[in-house]
């Protein structure tokens, strides 16, 4: 294990003398033609992942009231199981969405 971590500390002390050269006077942007279809699809995805986390979660919350009515114990458990992923789900894709947005706005030069 101390060799593959002397290794690294090589490698890493390598890396920190001898930088790669950088491409002078580069800025990544895309083409005029796609930002408009590209908004597009991001924000018709977004939306339609985002509706489906709340038709889960309502879904869930219906398995719930079902269940503990009925006294089924498997289907509120379901249920409970729904609405917890459903919420994962409702800030994953927040979050994914505000990071390409983010990255996004960043390529174009703003």
Known sequence: MSQ??????ELVTLAAEN????????SPSLPGA??????????????IGLSLA???GLTG????AIGHNTE?????????SAIVWSLIAGVGI??????VWGFYTMTQGK
């Open 19 to 26: 930088p790669p050269p950088v491409i002078p006077g580069f």
């Open 94 to 99: 927040g979050i994914t969405s505000g990071l």
């Open 54 to 56: 709340v038709l889960g």
């Open 4 to 9: 593959m971590l002397q290794t690294t500390r």
């Open 61 to 64: 919350w219906a398995c719930v």
């Open 72 to 80: 089924r114990g498997q289907l509120a458990s379901r249920g409970k």
């Open 34 to 47: 796609l930002q408009g279809p590209t908004g597009k699809i991001l924000g018709w995805t977004a939306g």
